[in-house]
């Protein structure tokens, strides 16, 4: 549906509401906010506007909602399903300036903050007072919590820790007419009504834009070792995983990586891994708050793997060698990014079932001719699926990629899994929803979208057409 245009006077009242330094129409000023970390895709919103307080996002969302004009609301813009593209134009709403840590409440362990606080700045600044704020999406050093809670963003801490959904406890919302929620409170336990905290956790931006959010915080675990562990075959490292979990060890990390996987980031970062030519690697973390029990755990950890057939595992107990192991495995994404064209699938699978989900995808991306990079998030079943488009024709990419995507996702969903386990549907996986959700499920979604946003403004055509 076409909306109205963003006219001049339209424009002369954002201006008003937020101040002319922080509304853009320019397109070099505009740029930036065109697109995020998705693929190469790119739209360019009619306004971008930055508010600064609630109060200013409740005014343009009044006046958008008078007007008829889509709002796509936008954190740190890495998001990996193109959840913040103004795909119908409209009013680009940034929370960039939005950068306020608003308290750190030692006591009762919680921390309240604008959506624009960098994930990392937060960390860095609870871990001052010696408290923890768990999730750390690999982006964690330029995404924003208004972001992680849209996405429900995960990471590799998930294993242990769970995702942005399990620390988020009262959240500010405004509405899409401008109306201002406060859902939740500082209580660990809390069922006054609906859990509506949790309803705009993962919602995308399409029910409200959050204005303020009140994580949960632990006290930090002074004690951290990390493990990488080669294996000849994808089965042996697999299999490993999930006997960890089996015999009651908690790793906070434990990630796995394929070889192809391993090379692309070792190639990216000029710096090498043991038996980076094994056919899988897992790099395993633990932490906690007894050293002694950090390091019997690491150990045995490794004995495990070894029983499995593991190659070699090599353990990192200074801070300065279990970096340059992580920083390898957080050039992955970025690395497969640089090398081709691709599309990005997060599908997520029961933890036992991840080495069919593998097998599986190599058959059918063989079968297509097209070639995949998996990665991922083992400890939890989240594996990352890079297709690569390489030298193929545009006519060939177009052709053989969303059949594959099709088959890959029905794989994932015999499996019990799901299409997205933490990028979000977003814009593209869109069309992959009906996979995974029956007709009547995804009938309450869009019921709920419609309650909230009876016009169908904010992130329009994201999730599902609006
Ligand atoms: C990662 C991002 C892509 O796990 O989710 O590296
Ligand atoms: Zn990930």
């Not at 940034?94 to 409440?105: E, G, K, L, N, Y």
């Not at 620390?167 to 859902?183: C, H, N």
């Not at 070792?266 to 002694?292: N, T, Y």
């Not at 090398?339 to 699978?349: F, P, T």
Request: with cysteine.
């Amino acid at each position: 549906v076409p909306h109205p245009p963003v006219d001049s006077v339209t424009v002369a009242e954002l201006r008003q509401i937020c101040g002319a330094d922080f509304v853009l129409t320019d397109r070099d000023g505009m740029q930036p906010f065109a697109h995020d970390f998705t693929e190469d895709l790119l739209y360019f919103p009619e306004v971008v506007v930055r508010p600064r307080t609630t109060a200013e996002v409740q005014a343009i969302m009044r006046l958008a909602y008078e007007r008829e004009i889509p709002v796509t609301p936008r954190g740190g813009g890495t998001g990996l399903s193109g959840g913040a593209l103004p795909v119908r134009g409209g009013i680009l709403l940034s929370v960039d300036r939005m950068t306020s840590i608003i308290s750190i409440d030692t006591e009762n362990m919680m921390g309240v903050v604008e959506p624009g606080v960098i994930t990392q700045v937060y960390q860095e600044a609870v871990e001052a007072q010696g408290l923890f704020y768990p999730p750390d999406p690999a982006s964690r050093g330029s995404c924003t919590l208004g972001g992680n809670v849209a996405e429900c963003a995960g990471g590799p801490r998930a294993a242990k820790y769970g995702v942005t959904r399990d620390w988020i406890y009262a959240l500010d919302v405004v509405m899409p007419d401008g109306r201002l929620i406060r859902t939740g409170s500082q209580c660990l336990k809390d069922v006054t009504g609906y859990n509506l905290t949790q309803l705009f956790v993962g919602s995308e931006g399409t029910l409200g834009v959050v204005t303020q959010i009140t994580t949960r915080l632990m006290t930090l675990p002074p004690f951290r070792q990390t493990l990488l562990v080669a294996f000849p075959t994808m089965e042996s490292a697999l299999a490993v995983v999930v006997e960890i979990f089996r015999r009651g060890y908690q790793p906070s990390a434990c990630e796995f990586m394929e070889r192809d996987a391993i090379a692309v980031a070792v190639e990216r970062k000029g710096q090498d891994v043991p038996h980076a030519d094994a056919e899988a690697q897992l790099l395993i973390e633990v932490d906690g708050f007894d050293a002694d029990l950090v390091e019997t755990q690491l150990f045995t950890i490794g004995e495990l793997a070894m029983e499995h057939g593991a190659i070699e595992v090599t353990v990192a107990q200074e801070p300065g060698k279990q970096k340059q192991l992580w920083d390898i495995r957080r050039a992955v994404g970025e690395a497969v990014k640089s090398i081709s064209i691709y599309k990005e699938e997060d599908a997520v699978v029961p933890r036992k079932h991840i080495v069919s989900l593998m097998r599986g995808v190599a058959a059918i991306t063989r079968e297509h001719g097209i070639h995949a990079i998996c990665y991922g998030h083992a400890g939890d079943g989240n594996i990352h699926i890079n297709i690569l488009k390489k030298e193929m024709t545009d006519e060939e990419w177009n052709d053989r990629l969303p059949g594959a995507i099709n088959r890959i996702f029905e794989l994932t969903c015999s499996l019990g899994g799901r299409i997205s386990g933490e990028h979000g549907i977003g814009f593209t996986q869109r069309p992959y929803l009906p996979i995974a959700l029956s007709g009547d499920e995804l009938a309450v979604m869009k019921q709920i979208k419609q309650a909230l946003d009876p016009k169908g403004l904010l992130n329009p055509d994201k999730i599902f057409l609006s």
